[in-house]
């Protein structure tokens, strides 16, 4: 499990600048895109912190957070896309907060930057017409990931 959480986090900062550009567009706005940002940012906090007071498993969230990114090819309402804000900053917020916790973080770190930097050179030559379908692809990859995951613990106990 230990390559997981890089895969993870390398893949959420990888499909940022794309889902940002989904947002912005949904939003309409600057003003409106920074304030259901903030709402992120916010909910991102309250996951970060309610991770050290309780806990569940890690493959509920990783699933979670896959799926509110497959919404993304699919939801127009800003209602709909604020609460999406919320949830996603939380399950974020969640994730890091566990992540920083584990054995294999501060070597993993440092993988992050270098494997992230290499994949945002290879994307800068491919030619992405609609944001969206990067993201829900991503968000698939999550839930795959979180089912994987749930699957090794079961065959462990």
């Excluded at 709402?39 to 970060?48: N, R």
């Excluded at 007071?53 to 939801?75: C, E, F, N, R, S």
């Amino acid at each position: 499990m230990t390559k997981w959480p890089l895969f993870i986090t390398v893949g959420q900062v990888i499909i940022f600048p794309y889902y940002l550009f989904w947002l912005k567009n949904s939003t309409l706005t600057f003003s409106l895109f920074a304030l259901i940002f903030a709402l992120f940012s916010f909910g991102a906090a309250l996951g970060y912190h309610l991770q050290q007071k309780w806990t569940m498993p890690i493959a509920l969230p990783i699933a979670l957070l896959g799926m509110i990114y497959m919404l993304t090819l699919d939801v127009e309402s800003l209602y709909i896309i604020s609460v999406m804000q919320v949830i996603l900053g939380f399950l974020q917020g969640y994730f890091r907060a566990w992540h920083v916790g584990q054995e294999t973080y501060k070597l993993q770190v440092v993988w992050h930057y270098v494997i992230v930097g290499l994949a945002m050179v290879a994307l800068s030559t491919v030619t992405i017409v609609v944001p969206q379908i990067f993201v829900a692809i991503y968000g698939f990859m999550l839930v795959i990931c979180a089912i994987v995951m749930a699957l090794k613990k079961c065959k462990k106990k």
